[in-house]
């Protein structure tokens, strides 16, 4: 029962991190609902928006299949901000702006990699030869893998840093699981509203490069904020931690 009464308390902010993750998404379908980004209705044969196509070709065990490679992508991508988190905190690794960001790159990537060996699993022949037809050739499609991978590598690198700062609060006394979830739901409510923007410019039936681009722009722009804000906080706590160091030495020799 001991070890029951130990794990509670971290397993109840395990639990308050995924209510405040599904509240998040809930506001942000209601937004893109109310504003028209989402159409919950029959889908018509023109005038449809892109991604609106894309799904409607995903039902029955396809559909299914989708959802396994999205949840893999999911957990690869959360798995690489955790591992990061757990690695400054032991020590192993100093967290810096740079490194987050390569290794939520290098994440992204394989994230992404493993989806489309699933999703390319799942339409047929034709479906993948009609499609062929109208993309660009491969080392374009490889770009632009690795430079979206770029781009959600700016996300997980934010995210990793803004673990190791929660981490880096419990270290000087502050509740760990409470840093975490006002993080989630104050990094996350930046996020979403991003998301839904630029989901909205992305999910139409003529895409607006500009407005699109600006979306866009504004992802990197508030994921480098985070990125930097958290790293600078970092910094801070080592220099103090490197100034009070000698005190505690000295004390300790008293």
């Known amino acids: 029962m001991d070890d029951m009464k130990k794990m509670a308390r971290p397993f109840g902010w395990l639990f308050a991190l995924a209510l405040v993750v599904a509240v998040l998404g809930r506001v942000g379908l209601a937004i893109a609902g109310a504003t028209g980004v989402l159409a919950f209705d029959y889908i018509s044969a023109s005038g449809v928006p892109i991604l609106d196509v894309i799904c409607s070709i995903l039902t029955g065990s396809a ?59 799942i339409l047929s022949a034709v479906q993948v030869g009609s499609m062929s037809s109208k993309l660009p050739g491969a080392l374009a499609l490889a770009g632009a893998l690795v430079a979206f991978a770029a781009f959600l590598g700016t996300l997980l690198g934010a995210a990793s840093l803004v673990v190791c700062a929660c981490v880096a609060r419990a270290r000087a006394g502050r509740s760990l699981g409470a840093s975490l979830v006002v993080a989630a739901a104050g990094c996350g409510a930046a996020v979403m509203l991003l998301t839904v923007g630029t989901f909205g410019a992305l999910n139409t039936a003529a895409v607006s490069l500009p407005a699109l681009g600006a979306w866009l722009a504004a992802d990197v722009a508030v994921n480098l904020a985070l990125l930097f804000g958290a790293g600078a906080y970092l910094g801070k706590q080592e220099r103090r931690e490197t100034a009070e160091k000698p005190r505690a030495v000295a004390a300790a020799r008293g």
């Open 63 to 121: 559909f299914v299949a989708f959802l396994f490679a999205a949840g893999l992508a999911l957990v690869v991508s959360t798995a690489g901000v955790v591992l990061y988190g757990a690695l400054a905190a032991r020590g192993d690794a100093r967290p810096r702006p740079l490194s987050a960001f390569l290794w939520g790159w290098a994440t992204a990537l394989v994230a992404l990699v493993c989806l489309v060996i699933v999703v390319l699993g």
